[in-house]
C-alpha cells in the first residue's frame, strides 16, 4: 500500500474509507498432505504453506488455521513439492524436420509468440514453472517472458538465450538447407561467427538484445541440414573469446555439443552446462568429473523423433535422419557413464524437439539411464535452480521464495511416472487453471 499522501487526491478519501483490514494482502493458505520441500532431504506429513503477493510467508508442521478473509487450498490427499525446472526447451516451435524448416519461412515473429505462448502454458500446466529458453531467432520468446513478468499474460518463468550462436555453416546457421540465393537473408540474424572478435561481437549482441543467458554451439547438430558430422566446429579460441565476453556482463553459458572433442572444448572454456553430450571418451569424462560444469541430457528427444517418424516417415530429410537414428540408438548412455562419475546434472528435455507439456517424460527415461527418483527430482528442482543462477528463488518450498507450488497423486520417489500428470501447480502465487 502506498503512503497516503503520495496517492492522488481524487483517490485519498477511498484510502481513508477502506479499513486497512481490507486493504491489506490477502493470504493463501495451503494444507498439504505429504510435502517434499527441497528434494534430497526427508519429506515431511501434515504441514501448511502460507503464501502472500506471490511469495512463501512460511511452512509449517500440522494444519493451521487460515484466519479470516484467507484463501483456503486443501491438497491433504496430494503430494506436495516445488515447481519444476526445464533447463533445455524451444518455446516457439512444436514442429520439426521439413515442418520445422517450413516453419522459418512462413511465421512471423508475431505468430512465433503466439506459439511460444501456447506452449508456455502446455508447459507451466504440466508442473514446469520455470524454464531456460536456449534458441530463438526472432525474440518472440524474450518479449513473451517480459510479458508474463509484466503480469500481461500467464506463464512458466523464462530465462532466455535470445538467438543462438555458432560458427559460420555450424549448428546453428540459420541459412543452412536454402538455396544460395535465400542464404543471405537467414544469415543476417548476426549470431553465426568467425573468429574470436566476431564470435564477442555475437555475444555482445544477445546480451544489448536483453538475453539472460548465452547459448553456442561447439558441434555439430543432430537437426541441422549439413552433413559435417557432430565433432568439433568452433576453434578454442572463438569459444573461450564467447565464455569470456559473456562473463563480462555477468551471463552464464549453456553448450550445444554432442562430440567429445566439443564437449571437451566447452569444459575447458569454462562453461556452465553441456547440453546433450552424446559422445564420451575417459579424458572427458575424467576432465568433466572435476569440472563445475553441469550436464542437461535432454532425453526426451528420442520420443519427439519417434512420434514424427511414425506419423510420416519422410518427416526429415534423409542426411538428418541417419543422425537422428544414431541419436535414437545411443540416448541415456552417456547419463549412465557421468552419473557415477559424480558429473553435476540439471533436467532439461530439449522441449519443440520432443513436445511440449510432455516434459515429464524425461524423469522415466532418466531413472532408466542411472538415476534414482530422487536424484531425478533434485535435477529438476535444487539443481536446475543452481545451473540457471536461481537458487535464492526457486528449487524449493522455503520462507522467502517464490510461490511455485505443484502437488500430484502419489509419491514420486516410489514412482516418477506420476510426475507425467500433475494436478494442481501454483506459478509466483498464481493458481493455474
Given at each position: 500500500m502506498k503512503p497516503i499522501h503520495c496517492l492522488p487526491f481524487a483517490l485519498l478519501g477511498a484510502a481513508l474509507a477502506t479499513p486497512l483490514a481490507a486493504q491489506a494482502p490477502a493470504r493463501t493458505v495451503i494444507h498439504v498432505g505429504q510435502l517434499l520441500a527441497e528434494p534430497g532431504k526427508p519429506a515431511?506429513?501434515?504441514?501448511?504453506?502460507?503464501?502472500?503477493?506471490?511469495?512463501?510467508?512460511?511452512?509449517?508442521?500440522?494444519y493451521q488455521p487460515a484466519e479470516p478473509g484467507a484463501t483456503l487450498i486443501d491438497l491433504k490427499d496430494k503430494y506436495v513439492l516445488p515447481g519444476l525446472i526445464d533447463s533445455h526447451v524451444h518455446l516457439t516451435s512444436d514442429?520439426?524436420?521439413?515442418?520445422?524448416?517450413?516453419?522459418?519461412?512462413?511465421?512471423?515473429?508475431?505468430?512465433?509468440?503466439?506459439?511460444?505462448?501456447?506452449?508456455?502454458?502446455?508447459?507451466?500446466?504440466?508442473?514446469?514453472?520455470?524454464?531456460r529458453n536456449?534458441?530463438?531467432?526472432?525474440?518472440?520468446?524474450?518479449?513473451?517472458?517480459?510479458?508474463?513478468?509484466?503480469?500481461?499474460?500467464?506463464?512458466?518463468?523464462?530465462?532466455?538465450?535470445?538467438?543462438?550462436?555458432?560458427?559460420?555453416?555450424?549448428?546453428m546457421d540459420g541459412s543452412l538447407g536454402y538455396r544460395d540465393e535465400l542464404r543471405p537473408f537467414f544469415a543476417g540474424a548476426g549470431n553465426t561467427c568467425n573468429g574470436a572478435d566476431d564470435c564477442?561481437?555475437?555475444?555482445?549482441?544477445?546480451?544489448?538484445?536483453?538475453?539472460?543467458?548465452?547459448?553456442?554451439?561447439?558441434?555439430?547438430?543432430?537437426?541441422?541440414?549439413?552433413?559435417?558430422?557432430?565433432?568439433?566446429?568452433?576453434?578454442?579460441?572463438?569459444?573461450?573469446?564467447?565464455?569470456?565476453?559473456?562473463?563480462?556482463?555477468?551471463?552464464?553459458?549453456?553448450v550445444h555439443a554432442h562430440g567429445a572433442?566439443?564437449?571437451?572444448?566447452?569444459?575447458?572454456?569454462?562453461?556452465?552446462?553441456?547440453?546433450?553430450?552424446?559422445?564420451?571418451?575417459?579424458?572427458?569424462?575424467?576432465?568433466?568429473?572435476k569440472s563445475k560444469t553441469y550436464y542437461v541430457p535432454t532425453?526426451?528427444?528420442?520420443?519427439?523423433?519417434?512420434?514424427?517418424?511414425?506419423?510420416?516417415?519422410?518427416?526429415?530429410?534423409?542426411?538428418?535422419?541417419?543422425?537422428?537414428?544414431?541419436?535414437?540408438?545411443?540416448?541415456?548412455?552417456?547419463?549412465?557413464?557421468?552419473?557415477?562419475?559424480?558429473?553435476?546434472?540439471?533436467?532439461?528435455?530439449d522441449a519443440g524437439v520432443s513436445k511440449h507439456g510432455r516434459n515429464g517424460d524425461e524423469f522415466e527415461l532418466m531413472v532408466q539411464h542411472g538415476m534414482t527418483p530422487v536424484a531425478a527430482l533434485k535435477a529438476a528442482t535444487v539443481n536446475a535452480a543452481d545451473l540457471l543462477g536461481l537458487s535464492n528463488e526457486i528449487g524449493s518450498i522455503a520462507a522467502?521464495?517464490?510461490?511455485?507450488?505443484?502437488?500430484?497423486?502419489?509419491?514420486?520417489?516410489?514412482?516418477?511416472?506420476?510426475?507425467?500428470?500433475?494436478?494442481?501447480v501454483m506459478a509466483r502465487g498464481e493458481v493455474v487453471d
Open positions: 515431511r506429513g501434515a504441514s501448511t504453506i502460507i503464501v502472500e503477493n506471490g511469495r512463501i510467508m512460511s511452512v509449517a508442521d500440522g514442429a520439426g524436420g521439413i515442418a520445422g524448416q517450413l516453419e522459418d519461412v512462413t511465421l512471423s515473429p508475431a505468430a512465433q509468440a503466439f506459439n511460444a505462448e501456447v506452449n508456455g502454458m502446455k508447459t507451466l500446466r504440466a508442473g514446469f514453472t520455470t524454464v536456449l534458441g530463438d531467432g526472432d525474440g518472440a520468446t524474450l518479449a513473451l517472458r517480459d510479458a508474463i513478468l509484466a503480469g500481461k499474460v500467464q506463464g512458466p518463468r523464462i530465462v532466455d538465450a535470445g538467438a543462438s550462436i555458432s560458427g559460420s555453416a555450424g549448428h564477442r561481437r555475437a555475444v555482445r549482441l544477445q546480451v544489448g538484445r536483453g538475453a539472460d543467458v548465452i547459448k553456442f554451439a561447439s558441434t555439430g547438430g543432430v537437426n541441422s541440414r549439413i552433413g559435417a558430422g557432430l565433432g568439433k566446429q568452433m576453434f578454442d579460441d572463438e569459444a573461450q573469446a564467447i565464455v569470456e565476453t559473456a562473463a563480462l556482463f555477468g551471463k552464464k553459458v549453456a572433442d566439443g564437449i571437451r572444448l566447452a569444459i575447458d572454456a569454462g562453461a556452465d552446462s553441456i547440453e546433450h553430450g552424446t559422445i564420451l571418451d575417459e579424458a572427458t569424462i575424467a576432465a568433466w568429473a532425453l526426451s528427444t528420442v520420443n519427439g523423433y519417434k512420434e514424427r517418424i511414425a506419423a510420416n516417415a519422410a518427416a526429415y530429410e534423409p542426411d538428418v535422419l541417419a543422425k537422428i537414428q544414431w541419436r535414437i540408438s545411443i540416448t541415456g548412455k552417456s547419463l549412465e557413464q557421468l552419473v557415477p562419475r559424480g558429473v553435476k546434472i540439471a533436467f532439461g528435455t522467502g521464495k517464490s510461490a511455485d507450488i505443484i502437488a500430484v497423486a502419489s509419491d514420486p520417489l516410489v514412482d516418477v511416472r506420476v510426475l507425467k500428470k500433475v494436478d494442481f
